[in-house]
């Protein structure tokens, strides 16, 4: 994993250490799915809005993912996704169990389990979004 601008850096010691531990967790998570999923390439970690990202920068072959904690809720922190995009829409069928805001992420909480499985296979869809969408025009 390449080592984080100063900024991603600064924005990761600013979190309260329980949503921080399970950030960088997800961090790390994004970038061993990127490492192992065909076509994607290497990631760029960046801040948009003031969250942690991660762009396809490489092969453009993704939709960007953002983590935060949410503001609102205390101990909750979250996977964002492009809202144009109909990524939360395809999650949601393949993972009711998991908590979700609108159209654009997946909603975690500090105290909870990590479903490791069913982020992995999210983050990797989010990851090829583009790929799937080249595919498909191409018929």
């Not at 921080?20 to 970690?45: C, Q, Y």
């Not at 982020?119 to 080249?134: F, I, M, N, Q, S």
């Amino acid at each position: 994993m390449a080592a984080s601008a100063p900024a991603v850096e600064a924005v990761f010691n600013a979190y309260p250490k329980p949503v921080k531990a399970r950030l960088l967790a997800l961090r790390r998570l994004i970038f061993d799915t990127a490492k192992t999923t065909k076509g994607v390439g290497a990631l760029e970690e960046t801040l948009k809005w003031g969250q942690p990202s991660y762009l396809t920068a490489e092969t453009k072959s993704g939709s960007t993912i953002r983590i935060d904690q949410v503001k609102a809720e205390a101990g909750q922190y979250a996977v964002y996704f492009h809202c144009q995009t109909n990524l939360v829409e395809t999650f949601r069928e393949l993972y009711p169990e998991l908590r979700y805001e609108g159209n654009r992420a997946i909603l975690l909480g500090a105290e909870d389990k990590v479903p490791e499985a069913e982020l992995r296979h999210c983050v990797a869809l989010a990851l090829t979004y583009h790929l799937g969408k080249r595919k498909n025009g191409a018929k």
